[in-house]
C-alpha cells in the first residue's frame, strides 16, 4: 500500500495504537493490519523506529513480526 499523506499521517512511516502498543509499519502495511480501525485519538505517528520501540511500542504480527516482543514465562 502506499504512504497515507493527510492527517493523521502526514506520510511518516510508522503507526502506533497508544492504547494497545502496537507499531505498523506503513510501508510494509497488509489488509491485516486494520490501521483503518484504530480510533484517531489513539493514532501516533512516528518517523524513526527508535522512538516508539523505546516507548514500549510491538511491531505488529503482520507488518513488523521481527519487532515482535517475546514474553517470559
Do not use: V
Amino acid at each position: 500500500m502506499t504512504r497515507r499523506l493527510y492527517a493523521p499521517y502526514f506520510a511518516k512511516r510508522y503507526i502506533g495504537d497508544s492504547e494497545t502498543k502496537i507499531l505498523h509499519d506503513l510501508d510494509l502495511e497488509k489488509n491485516e493490519c486494520l490501521i483503518d480501525t484504530i480510533p484517531k485519538k489513539r493514532i501516533q505517528m512516528f518517523e524513526w523506529l527508535s522512538i516508539p520501540t523505546e516507548m514500549g511500542y510491538n511491531g505488529c504480527n503482520f507488518c513488523m513480526p521481527e519487532y515482535r516482543s517475546k514474553k517470559k514465562s
